[in-house]
């Protein structure tokens, strides 16, 4: 199996910044796209940014230019610096990895991000 636990979520105010980690641990032998999802309160939960064992990124509108996504394949940890931050970006936001090896995706518990105003 594949573990992940998130890290780096808190209480921040408009404007500022935080940086999230993912840390997978577990058969990480054959995973490849990671990504970060988040899903507000009463909303469904929404691709935030993933990245390719390469390094191939994409962003979802809202996020572009504000997020960066990054993976340290050496260290099994997935990252997602958040700039610039706004009251919308408030959600929990997952951690999610694609296994080769066990043909499925898996998922952290989360770590909320709250943006007050």
């Known amino acids: 199996q594949v573990m992940l636990v998130e890290s780096g979520g808190g209480l921040v105010h408009t404007g500022e910044s935080l940086r999230l980690s993912c840390a997978v641990s577990g058969s990480i032998f054959g995973i490849n796209t990671m990504a970060w999802y988040r899903q507000a309160p009463g909303k469904q939960r929404e691709l935030v940014a993933h990245i390719t064992r390469d390094g191939s990124r994409n962003y979802a509108d809202p996020v572009k230019g504000r997020f960066t996504i990054s993976r340290d394949n050496a260290k099994n940890t997935l990252y997602l610096q958040m700039n610039s931050l706004k009251s919308e970006d408030t959600a929990v936001y997952y951690c999610?990895?694609?296994?080769?090896?066990?043909?499925?995706?898996?998922w952290g518990r989360g770590t909320q991000v709250t943006v007050s105003s």
């Open positions: 999610n990895a694609e296994s080769l090896l066990y043909k499925r995706n898996f």
